[in-house]
């Protein structure tokens, strides 16, 4: 039976926008984007295994070149592609092409204010109108921090008034709160009012709820179920590990070699020990290598707040699934 890789492209990781909570502006890497010499041996590279499931276009801002997106879209074999793109630089021409394909645009948009992202709201709004005329299931990305926490159940039900079904609210990765009792409080607030919000697939919970009811344990490994493939033709476990040397697994021209990483990082996929007595441990995915990486710089580490984040999701998810069994 084949298996099936995801696949992540970085187009660039220039961006137009400037936001703050940026993981690109934390990791202090050259800016580039691929150029048309590795542009083709990355679509070779992809058809000549003959295994792509989803393959994703990223960044930066992916669509600064839209030629590139175009070409992969057209010429790599995979089930499905999904841009993932701040909408600033969406027209019509390209949403329609796209559609035509089959090709899925998530969109970013913080909701009533967008002052961490430097964007007029409207132009947002306006780019989001346009893109669900066409695509009315796109999932629209929004960040929080711990400034906009407060306003958190707000920006959702702004971003439902505009007509959109699915959401996912993730947390700003450097998130460090001064007093963390009264941070998971609000958090805990903020996710129950979420909850009861009707019509609205809310992406977090809704992955959340299916771990706990199939008994889904988070499972990382370096590049087995899914390769980051940098603009400069590197590969990578994922987006917070590029330009990592010691995480580097092959590249265009030699194909995946991730043993002697795997090797170098028998720690890659455990839990923090600030997990060891918590009685949710076993529905909880901290385990997830990026997500450590983008938190605390380590794999052997999880935030305080992206631990908070985390139990408040599963306490949430379990109170709707009793709700539903009573």
């Known amino acids: 039976e084949a298996i099936f890789l995801d696949y992540t492209i970085s187009i660039t990781n220039k961006c137009n926008l400037k936001c703050s909570y940026c993981y690109e502006r934390h990791l202090n890497t050259e800016y580039g984007n691929i150029t048309e010499d590795i542009k083709q041996k990355i679509a070779d590279y992809i058809n000549g295994n003959n295994n792509a499931h989803t393959v994703y276009l990223f960044g930066g801002e992916p669509l600064l070149y839209k030629d590139i997106v175009k070409f992969y879209c057209e010429n790599v074999k995979a089930v499905q592609f999904v841009i993932t793109t701040n909408g600033t630089l969406l027209d019509e021409e390209f949403i329609k092409w796209c559609i035509e394909r089959n090709v899925i645009i998530n969109m970013s948009h913080d909701g009533i204010k967008c002052t961490d992202r430097g964007v ?65 409080d609000l958090l805990r607030e903020q996710w129950r009012k979420i909850a009861e919000i009707d019509d609205l697939f809310m992406y977090e919970l809704e992955v959340k709820k299916k771990n706990i009811r199939e008994n889904i344990k988070g499972t990382c490994e370096i ?46 996929s455990m839990v923090s020990k600030r997990c060891d007595d918590c009685e949710l441990v076993d529905y909880c995915h901290n385990s997830c290598a990026c997500r450590k990486m983008s938190t605390t710089g380590t794999v052997t580490d999880i935030s305080e707040a992206a631990c908070l984040e985390e139990q408040v999701l599963i306490l949430t998810a379990l109170e709707i699934i009793n709700k539903g069994n009573l």
């Open 120 to 184: 007029s709201p409207q132009l947002l709004d306006e780019k989001l109108k346009m893109l669900l005329k066409y695509q009315p299931e796109t999932l629209v990305q929004l960040v929080y921090t711990e400034e906009t926490l407060p306003q958190l159940y707000e920006n959702i039900i702004y971003l439902k008034n505009q007509g959109v079904k699915k959401i996912s609210a993730a947390m700003n990765a450097f998130t460090n709160p001064q007093d963390p009792d009264s941070f998971g």
């Open 223 to 268: 590049c087995k179920k899914k390769v980051f493939i940098n603009w400069d033709g590197n590969f990578y476990p994922c987006v917070q590990f590029q330009n990592l040397p010691d995480y580097r697994c092959g590249n265009i021209y030699v194909g995946i070699e991730a043993e002697k990483a795997r090797k170098a990082h028998p720690d890659y």
